[in-house]
C-alpha cells in the first residue's frame, strides 16, 4: 500500500471510529486554605460591599465548519442572561460569521443541540469580525478600556476587588495556545494577564471554563493555587476535545462536549444551589472522548456555587432537551475532513460525489504539505537523530519555558503557517514547546523557519 493511500485510510478510520478515551484521576493540586467568604448580597448587581458578575464570552474561530463554538458561546451567553447578569456586564467576541453564512440552510438561526432552541437570537455582538484579537482579548480582561475606544462596543471587564469574573473560551487549541481567527494567544499571554487582574486587585474570585484541544496545557503546572482562580478544561495536556451533535441539515456540528455537558447542566440544575465542584464532577463523567481537568485553587470550586459566576436570579429550569441517541464524538482538529466523507457517503449523484473527492483529496494533500515543512525544520533544528525522535515522540507535559514558547509561536505563525488560518497546523505545535524544553535556542529556531518555511504554502487555508 503506498504511503498516500495509507495516509487516506488512517485519516479515515480516525474520522469514523474515534474511540472512548482513558479516564484519569483528577490531579492532585496543592492549595492554600479556604478563602474567607465574601460579603452576601446580591451578586448579580452588586453593591459597595458585594460582588458584581462580570463574564466574557469568547468564541475564537470562523468559517461554517466551526459552527459549534459559536453556537457554544450564543448558548452561554442566554444561560447567563436568563440568570440576571445583565448585558452590561457581559461581553461577547465572536466572529458571527455563522448565523447568516450562505451555509446554514435556517438563516439567523443558530442551535447548540438536534432540534434544540435557537441561541443566537438576542445575543450580544461586543466585538466580531477582525476585531477578535488575543490583543483585544487580554485588554477587555484586564480592563483597559484606552486600548478599545473606537473598537467593537468599546466594553472591558470593569471589575473591582469584590467582584466575581467567569470566562468562557472556546475554539481550538494545541500545547500552550488558544486559537484566535487570524491569531493566536500563548499560555505567557493568558496567564500573565491573570496574574497581572491579581495584583491589581481586579477580582475577589474568577472561574474560567476553556473548550479546546489539549487546554489543560493553559494551566497545569503554570497556574498559581493561590491567586483565586479555578479554571476547567475540555481536555487534558495532550489530548483532543472533542465535537458532537452533528446535524444532517446543517452539515456540521452543533457543539462541543465539554461544553453542551456544563451548559445542560445548567439548564436544568438550580444553580443557586449547585457548587462548581458539582459541576465539574458532573461534565467529567458525562465527557468520556476526553478528560475534563481543573486547576487552580480548587477550593473555590469546593466552597462556591454555580450561580454566583453565572448568574444569581432564578431562572425557569429547562429539563426538556430533546433527548438524543449517543452518538461517537469527533477530535477538533478532524471535524472538516469528517464533514466532508460524511458529505461524500451520504452524496447522491455521481458529480457531486466527484466534487467531494476531489476537496478531500486536496485537504489531504495540503496536510501533507503542512507535514512535510514541519519534517524539515524538525531535521534542522535537531542535533541527532535521537534528538529529532525526542522533539516528536510526545507532548511536554509541563511548560516551563514560556518565553521561549511565546517567542517559537509567533514566529511559526508569521514565517510559516498561521495556526489561526491554518488549523490543522495546531496538531505540530508542541513539537514547538519541546524545542523550547529540550533547551534549543529560540533565536536558531527562528532563523530555521524562515529558511526551511519559503516553501509553505501560507495562502491556502489547511484545516
Given at each position: 500500500?503506498?504511503?498516500?493511500?495509507?495516509?487516506?485510510?488512517?485519516?479515515?478510520?480516525?474520522?469514523?471510529?474515534?474511540?472512548?478515551?482513558?479516564?484519569?484521576?483528577?490531579?492532585?493540586?496543592?492549595?492554600?486554605?479556604?478563602?474567607?467568604?465574601?460579603?452576601?448580597?446580591?451578586?448579580?448587581?452588586?453593591?459597595?460591599?458585594?460582588?458584581?458578575?462580570?463574564?466574557?464570552?469568547?468564541?475564537?474561530?470562523?468559517?461554517?465548519?466551526?459552527?459549534?463554538?459559536?453556537?457554544?458561546?450564543?448558548?452561554?451567553?442566554?444561560?447567563?442572561?436568563?440568570?440576571?447578569?445583565?448585558?452590561?456586564?457581559?461581553?461577547?467576541?465572536?466572529?458571527?460569521?455563522?448565523?447568516?453564512?450562505?451555509?446554514?440552510?435556517?438563516?439567523?438561526?443558530?442551535?447548540?443541540?438536534?432540534?434544540?432552541?435557537?441561541?443566537?437570537?438576542?445575543?450580544?455582538?461586543?466585538?466580531?469580525?477582525?476585531?477578535?484579537?488575543?490583543?483585544?482579548?487580554?485588554?477587555?480582561?484586564?480592563?483597559?478600556?484606552?486600548?478599545?475606544?473606537?473598537?467593537?462596543?468599546?466594553?472591558?471587564?470593569?471589575?473591582?476587588?469584590?467582584?466575581?469574573?467567569?470566562?468562557?473560551?472556546?475554539?481550538?487549541?494545541?500545547?500552550?495556545?488558544?486559537?484566535?481567527?487570524?491569531?493566536?494567544?500563548?499560555?505567557?499571554?493568558?496567564?500573565?494577564?491573570?496574574?497581572?487582574?491579581?495584583?491589581?486587585?481586579?477580582?475577589?474570585?474568577?472561574?474560567?471554563?476553556?473548550?479546546?484541544?489539549?487546554?489543560?496545557?493553559?494551566?497545569?503546572?503554570?497556574?498559581?493555587?493561590?491567586?483565586?482562580?479555578?479554571?476547567?478544561?475540555?481536555?487534558?495536556?495532550?489530548?483532543?476535545?472533542?465535537?458532537?451533535?452533528?446535524?444532517?441539515?446543517?452539515?456540521?456540528?452543533?457543539?462541543?462536549?465539554?461544553?453542551?455537558?456544563?451548559?445542560?447542566?445548567?439548564?436544568?440544575?438550580?444553580?443557586?444551589?449547585?457548587?462548581?465542584?458539582?459541576?465539574?464532577?458532573?461534565?467529567?463523567?458525562?465527557?468520556?472522548?476526553?478528560?475534563?481537568?481543573?486547576?487552580?485553587?480548587?477550593?473555590?470550586?469546593?466552597?462556591?456555587?454555580?450561580?454566583?459566576?453565572?448568574?444569581?436570579?432564578?431562572?425557569?429550569?429547562?429539563?426538556?432537551?430533546?433527548?438524543?441517541?449517543?452518538?461517537?464524538?469527533?477530535?477538533?482538529?478532524?471535524?472538516?475532513?469528517?464533514?466532508?466523507?460524511?458529505?461524500?457517503?451520504?452524496?447522491?449523484?455521481?458529480?457531486?460525489?466527484?466534487?467531494?473527492?476531489?476537496?478531500?483529496?486536496?485537504?489531504?494533500?495540503k496536510r501533507a504539505h503542512l507535514a512535510s515543512i514541519v519534517n524539515k525544520l524538525v531535521a534542522r533544528v535537531a542535533t541527532s537523530h535521537e534528538h529529532e525522535q525526542r522533539l516528536v515522540s510526545a507532548k511536554p507535559e509541563q511548560l516551563t519555558q514560556l518565553e521561549c514558547h511565546h517567542t517559537l509561536v509567533k514566529a511559526f505563525s508569521r514565517n510559516c503557517f498561521n495556526f489561526g488560518k491554518h488549523t490543522y497546523a495546531l496538531k505540530?505545535?508542541?513539537?514547538?514547546?519541546?524545542?523550547?524544553?529540550?533547551?534549543?535556542?529560540?533565536?536558531?529556531?527562528?532563523?530555521?523557519?524562515?529558511?526551511?518555511?519559503?516553501?509553505?504554502?501560507?495562502?491556502?487555508?489547511?484545516?
Open positions: 500500500m503506498n504511503a498516500r493511500l495509507t495516509f487516506v485510510c488512517l485519516t479515515l478510520a480516525l474520522c469514523l471510529g474515534a474511540g472512548t478515551a482513558r479516564r484519569k484521576t483528577t490531579p492532585k493540586a496543592t492549595t492554600r486554605p479556604p478563602p474567607t467568604t465574601p460579603a452576601q448580597g446580591n451578586a448579580t448587581t452588586g453593591s459597595p460591599q458585594t460582588p458584581k458578575l462580570w463574564a466574557l464570552l469568547v468564541a475564537g474561530s470562523n468559517t461554517y465548519d466551526n459552527y459549534r463554538h459559536q453556537a457554544d458561546v450564543c448558548h452561554a451567553y442566554q444561560i447567563l442572561h436568563a440568570h440576571g447578569i445583565p448585558d452590561e456586564n457581559i461581553i461577547v467576541m465572536m466572529y458571527d460569521d455563522i448565523a447568516n453564512s450562505r451555509q446554514n440552510p435556517t438563516k439567523g438561526i443558530i442551535i447548540n443541540h438536534p432540534n434544540g432552541n435557537d441561541v443566537y437570537k438576542g445575543v450580544l455582538k461586543d466585538y466580531t469580525g477582525d476585531d477578535v484579537t488575543p490583543d483585544n482579548f487580554i485588554n477587555i480582561l484586564t480592563g483597559n478600556k484606552e486600548a478599545m475606544k473606537n473598537i467593537g462596543s468599546g466594553k472591558v471587564i470593569e471589575s473591582g476587588p469584590n467582584d466575581h469574573v467567569f470566562v468562557n473560551f472556546v475554539d481550538h487549541g494545541a500545547t500552550g495556545i488558544l486559537g484566535f481567527p487570524n491569531d493566536d494567544l500563548t499560555v505567557k499571554q493568558l496567564n500573565d494577564a491573570l496574574k497581572k487582574m491579581h495584583t491589581e486587585n481586579r477580582y475577589n474570585k474568577l472561574v474560567l471554563y476553556v473548550e479546546a484541544c489539549e487546554s489543560g496545557s493553559m494551566f497545569k503546572k503554570v497556574l498559581p493555587d493561590d491567586i483565586n482562580i479555578f479554571a476547567t478544561t475540555a481536555s487534558d495536556y495532550d489530548e483532543s476535545s472533542y465535537a458532537c451533535y452533528y446535524d444532517s441539515k446543517r452539515r456540521t456540528y452543533l457543539g462541543d462536549w465539554y461544553s453542551v455537558n456544563w451548559m445542560e447542566d445548567s439548564d436544568k440544575e438550580d444553580i443557586e444551589k449547585e457548587k462548581l465542584q458539582d459541576q465539574y464532577q458532573i461534565v467529567q463523567k458525562a465527557t468520556t472522548t476526553s478528560h475534563v481537568m481543573e486547576y487552580g485553587d480548587l477550593t473555590i470550586g469546593n466552597s462556591m456555587v454555580v450561580g454566583e459566576f453565572q448568574g444569581e436570579q432564578e431562572a425557569p429550569i429547562n429539563a426538556t432537551v430533546p433527548a438524543v441517541a449517543f452518538e461517537r464524538g469527533v477530535p477538533s482538529l478532524e471535524v472538516p475532513l469528517d464533514i466532508l466523507y460524511r458529505q461524500f457517503f451520504t452524496a447522491t449523484s455521481v458529480q457531486e460525489k466527484q466534487l467531494l473527492r476531489a476537496q478531500i483529496d486536496n485537504m489531504i494533500e505540530y505545535a508542541y513539537i514547538l514547546a519541546n524545542m523550547c524544553e529540550q533547551g534549543a535556542d529560540a533565536e536558531n529556531v527562528v532563523a530555521a523557519m524562515q529558511e526551511v518555511c519559503k516553501d509553505a504554502k501560507n495562502s491556502d487555508r489547511i484545516n
